[in-house]
């Protein structure tokens, strides 16, 4: 039996370290239980949930400074039942009981970066190898951060390439243009969150929130 208790001063918190996965990779939630905001001990279950309802224990771990957190690695076929993975966790603490769950999507690794990237820093060109193991059409982006007058960091623009792609290696090239670059902006620059998409099946495959820096 749940009962919701939208009111209650008693509340459990699952928060994700992605919202997406990639099958053979390890998701991982953060929990804590708060009565009345002040954080409690308590003991906690996991559960991986498969889209057809199929289900695994998940492991739980409490860390040095008390925190809690439950991870599952994620079956490395994860079948043809279409819908979202969930991590469903089990905490009673100050004697109450809570249960909440948080949804992900996995893909199967397609693709993946591969390599060493090659950057042309002149022409703000930067070729990302990528080995392909299913034939789709496969988009790199990232965002370009410049430095400017006062030596920080902010982002000045956006780049995107894709391609079709057969299995084995190819290159994704992002350029970017230095006329939108803004009054007083340059070098050094840094590529961030550089990401991987397979097009063809609507997946994520790949994000690293810093790529490079030059």
Not at 99 to 110: G, K, S
Not at 150 to 161: I, K, N, Y
Not at 179 to 186: A, E, F, I, R, V
Not at 190 to 212: K, M, N, Y
């Amino acid at each position: 039996m749940h009962v919701f208790e939208p009111d209650s001063n008693v509340v459990l918190r699952a928060r994700a370290d992605r919202n997406h996965a990639v099958a053979g990779n390890t998701v991982s939630v953060t929990v804590d239980l708060s009565h009345d905001g002040r954080a409690v001990p308590m003991k906690a279950e996991a559960l991986l949930v498969a889209p057809d309802g199929s289900s695994q224990t998940a492991t739980v771990v409490r860390g040095r400074d008390g925190s809690i957190r439950a991870s599952a690695r994620m079956p490395s076929s994860n079948g043809t039942t279409p819908g979202l993975w969930e991590l469903q966790v089990f905490a009673t603490g100050d004697g109450v009981q809570r249960d909440a769950r948080t949804a992900f999507a996995v893909a199967q690794p397609t693709a993946r970066f591969s390599g060493v990237q090659s950057v042309n820093a002149a022409a703000l060109r930067i070729a990302l190898p990528v080995q392909a193991g299913s034939p789709g059409r496969y988009e790199a982006r990232g965002t370009l951060y410049a430095t400017g007058p006062d030596h920080v960091l902010r982002p000045v623009a956006q780049g995107h390439s894709a391609t079709w792609m057969q299995p084995g290696t190819h290159t994704l090239v992002l350029s970017f243009d230095r006329k939108h670059l803004p009054t007083g902006y340059g070098a050094p620059f840094e590529v961030r969150q550089l990401e991987l998409h397979d097009q063809t099946r609507i997946a994520p495959l790949e994000v690293r929130a810093r790529g490079l820096r030059f």
